[in-house]
């Protein structure tokens, strides 16, 4: 599966949108929700295929491979988006390639599950598993950077509530998409993610298109900011900050839940994910009238605070309460981090510092999910 991209031009500029577009940002969102997908597929099959090939000893390696790869492969994408902006005019090519190689070892994981290879071949299970982070991680920021060509920044954090909404809703309904995952089987849930990141990319790509125009780049507007000052450690500081809360969500949170609240502590995460969807477009206005670094600064404030307080205190009460300030917080967050991202990096840069961001992000839960593993 590969997506070919005529460039019939030699020079092709990306143009900002002064309005939001929005069916460019829909084939965004249809993208990330496929993203979403594929990750939760991999989550809940990776172990499972691990103990049917007998390569539950790998179990640490991969955790450990996973973060160096989510760490290390969004900001080189992003360097090699930014080339090809410069170069080409857009940061298509990146995305195509990725969105292939991702497609392909998609279809290479369930031909391997059809086959059922055996002794030799089983070990190229684990190969296609390290193939399909890399892949992942290479299309996903400059995919997502995409969204300053479709939004302009005054409009960014209403544009971002969008993809909180379909993000947080398909985590909050993996539950459902576990069965489904399920009941499909192996084989057949890789091949339908294959499918599903190809079509949502190549959508993503034809409706792009709209959005270039057909001129020489000047290299005034590309260069006009190069000398600046560069923001790459607050951008990272950035993600870092974002990753901490979600994995701490994610990973930790429900095992408190569990202790204090006395039920299962991952119906208390679903709350949160579908509460903090529904306030992400509402908050967005509130960004916007704050400004994006004023809502960073508070937000992180509260968000790091609740957090700490969360394990710190043995009241249920006290827990809930600061469970509802998390969300909120996390729900302003998630509309302004990468908005803000985006909106320091300097203009040569663009790709890069989303990469720089969700490498960030990544960050933490590299280290919590090792350490639980470990202990």
């Not at 997506?3 to 939001?20: A, G, H, R, V, Y």
């Not at 997908?37 to 989550?43: D, F, M, R």
């Not at 080409?88 to 390639?97: A, E, N, V, W």
């Not at 299309?139 to 993000?167: C, Y």
């Amino acid at each position: 599966m590969e997506l070919s991209l005529s460039q019939t031009e030699p020079f092709i500029q990306e143009e900002k949108s002064t309005t939001i577009q929005w069916r460019q940002l829909w084939s965004l969102a249809a993208l990330y929700g496929s993203i979403v997908i594929g990750w939760i597929a991999y989550q809940n099959y990776q172990p499972k295929l691990l103990e049917k090939f007998h390569f539950t000893e790998f179990t640490l390696f991969l955790t450990i491979a996973q973060g160096i790869i989510l760490v290390i492969t969004p900001p080189i994408a992003g360097k090699i988006g930014d080339r090809f902006r410069i170069k080409s005019g857009h940061r298509l090519p990146i995305i195509t390639l990725g969105i292939s190689f991702a497609a392909m070892v998609f279809m290479a994981v369930a031909f391997t599950l059809f086959t059922n290879p055996g002794e030799i071949f089983r070990w190229i299970l684990p190969i296609l598993i390290i193939f399909w982070l890399i892949a992942m991680s290479i299309f996903t920021s400059p995919a997502l950077s995409t969204i300053e060509l479709f939004t302009p920044i005054e409009r960014m954090p209403k544009a971002m509530a969008l993809l909180t909404i379909v993000g947080n809703l398909l985590y909050a309904l993996e539950p459902v998409i576990v069965d489904i995952i399920d009941f499909l089987g192996a084989p057949l849930t890789f091949v339908t993610g294959g499918l599903i990141v190809f079509l949502s990319g190549y959508f993503l790509r034809e409706n792009s298109l709209s959005l270039f125009k057909q001129k020489g780049v000047s290299v005034e507007a590309v260069k006009k900011d190069v000398s600046d000052e560069n923001h790459w450690g607050f951008i990272f500081l950035m993600g870092l900050g974002m990753g901490l809360a979600t994995s701490v969500m994610f990973n930790l949170f429900p095992r408190v839940y569990d202790e204090l609240l006395g039920f299962n502590g991952k119906w208390m995460l679903v709350l949160i994910l579908v509460v903090s969807a529904g306030l992400s477009l509402p908050l967005s206005n509130v960004v916007n009238n704050l400004g994006l670094k004023r809502s960073f600064y508070r937000g992180m404030i509260v968000i790091i605070g609740s957090m700490i307080a969360i394990f710190l205190t043995g009241s249920a009460v006290v827990v809930i309460i600061l469970t509802a300030m998390f969300t909120v917080v996390y729900a302003v967050l998630s509309v302004s981090t990468l908005p803000l991202a985006i909106q320091l990096a300097r203009s040569n840069e663009k790709v890069l510092c989303v990469g720089i961001f969700f490498s960030g992000v990544a960050l933490p839960d590299a280290i919590i999910q090792t350490v639980l593993l470990v202990f």
